[in-house]
């Protein structure tokens, strides 16, 4: 999710959430950092470095790089569970997607914990909420076992637009990144509150059944500025600690964007028409190092964002 504009509201009408904390997870990508296509192996290095942290990741296009092909076994290694990801917006993709997941599920069922349909389709306007509605339906004939929904931007679901999705789905994910409405870190976390409460707030007037998680957040540690968002190690900190552990407190599951650093991703434009940097967003480097912490094989599972943040319930 990308430059959206934040709603204001007052925090004392936000709804009632589970008093326990809420579970931790990490965004993961397909690639090394070069660009080619992670192995099994690199998923089981990759799960090693976030086992101290969590227990679960997810992806966004099952068949990209072989992705559940790849990462289900290492999961299954390494006692992760994941979930996998379909990407409807062209028939192609989404026949894909879903062959990829439906050909591995059988053998890795323990390991998927879910199925995403669409990442912020709506919010790029490809579908309405009865089409995306259709391909959920349409992937939950397949998989009825599996939980299946979809992620999208925090404003669809806050602005009626996902109201089919919320009603016909046992799982939503919504995204709010403070950074992309170029706010000030010391408005950080507000805002990031204000973005998730109003998404919640909606999503369980809609259906009280759906299990609600917030699908990416998180603040880069390099890059461009944006507005009056900065970059930064101690920005990012600051964020952790308010927003992050936050959210967790009042029992909302969080996924962080992003567990690693991806520099092979190119530079785009934001709508104010500057630089969007998506290279930096990893809580560790793109060599699975620590930030702030060395480069000590030692520190290669902690990082300068945990000391406020990581230990908390994993995925039974």
Sequence with gaps: MRFVKALPIALAAAPAVVSAAGTLGFALGTKKPDGSCKSQSDYEADFDVLKSQSTIVR????????FAQNILPAAKSKGFKVILGIWPDTDDSFHADKDAITKSYPQYQDQVYAVTVGSESLYR?????????EKIKDVKGSLPDVKVGTADSWNKYQDGTADPVIKGSDIILANAFSYWQGQDIKNGSASFFDDIMQALGH???INKDVEFWVGETGWPTGGSSYEAAKPGVKEAEQFWKEGICGMKAWGVNTFAFEAFDEPWKPVSTGQNGKVADETHWGVWN???TSKGGGNDNDDAGTSILTKYTWGGPKIA
């Design 59 to 66: 992806g966004y296009a099952a068949s990209d790089c072989d």
């Design 286 to 288: 793109a060599d699975r």
């Design 125 to 133: 306007g490809n579908f309405t909420g009865d089409e995306l509605l």
């Design 203 to 205: 999503v369980q007037g």
